[in-house]
Structures are given as C-alpha cells and as structure tokens.
C-alpha cells in the first residue's frame, strides 16, 4: 500500500505566526503533490500544487518539494483565523490514474 | 454552472438495505472518482472511471458497484449496505490526465447505516 503520511494535529498558531504542515510519502514513482484544504463539513478544495523539487509560492502559501527524502510541505505566513481547517496532502499513484491522500493535518489558528 | 452535484446530501439506511449515490458534472471532465472519508481515515478512493466507458477499483471497492452512464454521470451503488459503510461519500472529477491535475469535489453525501 502506498502511503502518504500527516501528522493529524492539531498544530495551533498564534494570528500572525507561520503555520508549517509536513507529509512524507512512500511510492517513489510520485510525480505530482497537491495540498488541499478542507473546512470542517465541506469538500477539499485545492489550494497548491508542486511538480518540481524546491519551493513554489502563492500568495500565503509555498509548496516545498523535495523528491530525495520523500518529503513535501506546506508554510502558510502571517497565518489568519479563517485558515483554521484540516489541510490534506495528497501525491498521484504509480498508476497515474488516483491520488493518494495522507489522513490530514488540522490547523488551528489562534486570534 | 453547478460544477459536481451529488444526490441525496443525506441518506439514513437500515443494514441490508440498497441504494445508489448520484453524482453529475457539467465541467466535461473526462475522469470522475467515488471517495469515502472516515475520522481518522483520511480519503479512500472506492472507484474510478478514467473516461466514458471504464471503470476501475480503487482502494476499498467491496461492497461497491459503480456505473459509468455517460460522460456526465458516476454513480455509486450499496447492494447490501453494512454499518460499515457509514461514512462520507464524495465524488469528484479531473479535467485532464486522471490522477493528474485539481480534483474537483462534490459536497458530499453523508450515510448512516443503522
């Protein structure tokens, strides 16, 4: 089985703080990473995507990605309240035709 | 534009019980999936369909029957229905390469099995 791996939380941070949110994954013939975001009683929504090793930025958001240690992230800066959900990662299959999610990371951020 | 629409959004069952989860989409997605989302679980893939015509197993796909009826619709069928599958259920597509790229999320079906 392969595997994507999150700590479930919750990681709390203060308004204002940077939020880091890690995943490790198992297939080594991943290719592609996405971070989802999901509030509580709704549907994931994707928020990142990263193909490439190294960082990807978005506004808040950087994607980091690095293949050799199996290793993806999420930093969230100058965390907000309404980024209090459970974020999801999620890497493609050996098939190409799934994504595999991790159980999800739940973030708390503090006012 | 409704983007993915599930039906029912609730559903009570008694065990043994069947019943079929509808999803539709207007995004002319060529791959549609079926996921179930337990506490603690994390999202489980049930079934896929690539493209119109073919379906595939996924993870947990006992107990399951799936329907791909036309590019638009997928749906998920419980011939028995167990208080094992109480869960939440999502359907979801991909515009390109499936397993690659955004999925795109229904709002969810959430079944109690009693």
């Known amino acids: 089985q392969k595997e994507v791996e999150q700590n479930s939380g919750p990681l709390s941070v203060p308004e204002g703080a940077i939020a880091s949110l890690n995943c490790t994954y198992s297939?080594?013939?991943?290719?592609?990473f996405f971070w989802y975001r999901q509030y509580s009683g709704k549907s994931p929504e994707l928020i990142m995507s990263?193909?490439?090793?190294g960082d990807k930025e978005d506004g808040r958001f950087t994607a980091q990605l690095n293949k050799a240690s199996q290793y993806v992230s999420l930093l969230i800066r100058d965390s907000q309240p309404s980024d209090s959900a459970t974020y999801l990662c999620?890497?493609?299959?050996?098939?190409?035709?799934?994504?595999?999610f991790g159980k999800g990371t739940s973030l708390l951020v503090t006012p | 534009n409704a983007g993915v629409t599930q039906t029912p959004k609730f559903q009570v069952l008694k065990t043994g019980q069947s019943m079929t989860l509808q999803c539709a989409q207007d995004?002319?997605?060529?791959?549609m999936y079926w996921y179930r989302q337990d506490p603690g679980m994390g999202l489980r893939l049930i079934y896929y369909?690539?493209?119109?015509?073919?379906?595939d197993k996924g993870e947990v796909p006992n107990g399951y029957n799936v329907s791909r009826l036309n590019k638009r619709e997928f749906s998920l069928r419980l011939e028995s229905a167990a208080p094992s599958q109480t869960s939440v259920y999502f359907c979801?597509?991909?515009?390109?390469?499936?397993?690659?790229?955004?999925?795109?999320f229904g709002e969810g079906s959430r079944l109690t099995v009693l």
């Open positions: 999620a890497a493609t299959s050996n098939s190409g035709y799934a994504l595999n």
């Open positions: 297939d080594r013939g991943s290719q592609s």
């Open positions: 990263i193909y490439s090793n």
């Open positions: 995004m002319n997605h060529n791959s």
């Open positions: 369909s690539a493209s119109e015509g073919t379906t």
């Open positions: 979801a597509t991909n515009r390109g390469l499936a397993g690659t790229g955004e999925l795109f």
